[in-house]
T-cell receptor, first 112, second 117 residues
Framework: DAGVIQSPRHEVTEMGQEVTLRCKPISGHNSLFWYRQTMMRGLELLIYFNNNVPIDDSGMPEDRFSAKMPNASFSTLKIQPSEPRDSAVYFC??????????FGPGTRLTVT | AQSVTQLGSHVSVSEGALVLLRCNYSSSVPPYLFWYVQYPNQGLQLLLKYTTGATLVKGINGFEAEFKKSETSFHLTKPSAHMSDAAEYFCAVSDRVSGGSQGNLIFGKGTKLSVKP
């Protein structure tokens, strides 16, 4: 199995620009999670989906963040407009059974 | 609600020494517990998990953890540290109370393990 695939691996953008992060979960997994990791705040759950439906988005920092899962094999996390404080590593994870999550390699976002 | 506390944000051991990383949890239902490892510039990788059954769980790379209900603990151990074990380790408990949604984990803040030669 290819594992969770995230793209891009690195993104550098200027403040105010739109950023879109992409995730392909493991085939057959029906839950998908977006996390953000920073030195200051550690690992934070932003949002998760079950069967393509958003279940809990209470971790999304503000309206500038949005996430979609149009089908079982693809999800996006969008930041518009981006700000320097959004700089972080963003992880996508997926799971199927027993709450065991498999993480992607992450996208390192730098907003200047 | 579930929660996880990892005691010690940094732990340093000598190569060949015992590794002990502490994790305590709070859960109103029988917990599912996990340890993940994160190597530099990588995502989190599952080390081991406890769901039901045997309370001593063996994982990859020689790590094991023991579920102790009376102590609400799930400490991670390895008899002999190797330089390649240097990484950050996260303990997690499943959020099984939140209405059956599958797979939501509550993570601790992580413990960075350093291994000295």
């Amino acid at each position: 199995d290819a594992g969770v695939i995230q793209s891009p691996r690195h993104e550098v953008t200027e403040m105010g620009q739109e950023v879109t992060l992409r995730c392909k979960p493991i085939s057959g997994h029906n839950s998908l999670f977006w996390y953000r990791q920073t030195m200051m705040r550690g690992l934070e759950l932003l949002i998760y989906f079950n069967n393509n439906v958003p279940i809990d988005d209470s971790g999304m920092p503000e309206d500038r963040f949005s996430a979609k899962m149009p089908n079982a094999s693809f999800s996006t996390l969008k930041i518009q407009p981006s700000e320097p404080r959004d700089s972080a590593v963003y992880f996508c994870a997926s799971s199927r059974l027993l709450n065991e999550q498999y993480f992607g390699p992450g996208t390192r976002l730098t907003v200047t | 609600a579930q929660s996880v506390t990892q005691l010690g944000s940094h732990v340093s051991v000598s190569e060949g020494a015992l590794v002990l990383l502490r994790c305590n949890y709070s859960s109103s239902v029988p917990p599912y517990l996990f340890w993940y490892v994160q190597y530099p510039n990588q995502g989190l990788q599952l080390l081991l998990k406890y769901t039901t059954g045997a309370t001593l769980v063996k994982g990859i790379n020689g790590f094991e953890a023991e579920f102790k209900k009376s102590e609400t603990s799930f400490h991670l151990t390895k008899p002999s540290a190797h330089m390649s074990d240097a990484a950050e380790y996260f303990c997690a408990v499943s959020d099984r109370v939140s209405g059956g949604s599958q797979g939501n984990l509550i993570f601790g803040k992580g413990t960075k393990l350093s291994v000295k030669p």
